[in-house]
């Protein structure tokens, strides 16, 4: 049968991916047989040494187990079982449901390696450029030798290749992929060699190749082991089974070509997505820098704030003290206004005793008015100077009512009493008019007339003097009662002014504390603005990094799905001789389950773990570890990545 467009779809997609998602299950009660052969390869790729690590299993007692093998010098581990050998076969003793143990073999592997080096162009021995520079290539060629009749027994291989940093740049691959970790680069790619022989495929179809070639710039040339994984696991393809179900499969296949698609849509999304989140972060870390510009000025606020409440906490201090001493002096004032009130009233005495003395002149004027006509020029100059103490007295009178409306002019009242004693001096004034009388007797009688009449005047003067007198005297029992409520203002000026020092003082406190505050959150915004570039800087690599995944998927896509589908359409194939060869395929997959033989009645599991010497100049060999305590693996993908993790 012969078909042009479908069928090499099925050959190079299903068969390709069914062995990349494989895992292996077997029946319950049985034994099963796990054998990992681990294996130390030269640098070039030739065998060394081939150990054998045998895992013996089952859900019950293992008891009595009979199990086929070519191992030599078989050792137990983790157990003291000893095996007794029996024509081919090792006899196991146990009351467990595990037997662990290991054996040397000399048979020739299933997969041939080689590895060849070439400095500068020139085919080379590895050991003889060690510590040189220059332009490296590396080729690794995998062979599957294990042939069947036509058909190649399936492995799948996987290759890794750490290439340190320091030492290979540059780097670039004919297939696989490369993995930094930011010191070294991981190179890894995975081989199904024999498969298109095994399918009669032609190479234009499906590109499966069997080698990897790697280019560098190297310095200093050093090598780290090569670890190579195998595997013979094929699980059967539901659907493969039967030529006649050959519409669904290509559909399934139309279908797998649909998900490429969407997925490739898909990366070109996440890459969209991520510039935009990218660009995003761009305005975060402005924002951020914006933040600690705006915080750094608010740190600066905060000192001007605390060196203005410092200095404002001194001056309320000054302020306090000055305000206790206004405080004693105000208390000094209502003492002060009691004694001038007393004076005062002393003084309203006073004038009252001379108002009536100048009413008892008056009269005895009168009376000598008669007997000293004789002095009658005498008394008018006498009345002259009475006049003149009349027109002092008013001054006198005027000044004091001005005094007495200035609250608190002690001083000028005691002035003012001088002034009212000094009366008596014109009284004197009046003495000397009379020494005057004698020698102007005839002026007597007129000087008299005139000293009565000025008499009276005088003492109506005194009489408003001493009207006004009482008047100051009110107003300063007045003043008096008025500054008894100064001693309570006083102090509660002082308590006032307490409370203002120790609030400015909390508050020069308060404010270093904010400054504190302000510093740290300063140094904070500046940490963030730090973290902000790193994410930022880790956005790049991420944007970078979802770019060269949306064009290794349009490349997939394009390259992979999309043109095979198209080499397919040129092409005509036995599918009948296809799917009889698949077949075949999976029988071998499924019986290939020992390296070194099995019982019939066990089901097994077969993987090779292989890895070269390191290249380091003198440095002894490295040999490959061997493990003891193998463990049950669900699927080949998840036991190669614990194997590259070693």
Known sequence: MKTNRKTAKILTLVMALSMLTSSIAFAGGRVTKEETVYVNLSSKGEVID????????????LEKVEDNTTLKEVISVKGDEVPTSQQGKLIWQSDKKDIYYQGKTDKELPIKIEIKYFLDGKLVEPENIVGKSGDIRITIDIENRDKRGTIYAPYMIAAAVDLPMDKFTDVKINTGKIVSDGSNQIITFVSLPGLKESLGVEKNIVDLTNGLEIKAVVKDFEMKPIAFTATSEIPEINGLDDAKNLDELIDGIEKIKEASEKLNEATEKLYDGQVKLDGGIDELINGVNLISQSVDQLGQGFVGLGNGSVEFSSKAMEFSQGAAKAAEGIAKIPESTKALSGGMEELIQGTEGLKNGQDSLTQGLDKSLKALEQIKAGKEKEGKAVGLLLKGVEGLETIAKGIGKIPGADGLAEKMLEGLGQQKVALQELKKSSSELLTALTQVEEGLKEAEGASAQLATGIESINQGQRKIGSGLNELATGTEGLKEASSQLIEGSKGLQQGAGQ????????????????EGSQRLAIEGQK?????????????????GM?????????????????NDLDITKVLENKDQLVNLSKNNKSFTGISEDMDGNLKFIMKTEGIKGEEKKQKLEIKTDVEEQKGFISWLRRIFKK
């Open 50 to 61: 081939t150990t054998s690590s045998i895992w013996l299993h089952s859900d019950s007692i």
């Open 554 to 570: 349009n490349q997939f896509h394009n390259e992979g799905i999309a043109k095979m589908t198209d080499e397919v359409n040129n």
């Open 535 to 551: 994410l930022k800087e880790g956005s790049k690599q991420l944007v970078e990094g979802t770019k060269e995944l949306n064009e």
């Open 507 to 522: 508050l020069k406190e308060n404010a270093l504390k904010a400054k504190e505050g302000s510093d740290s959150f300063v």
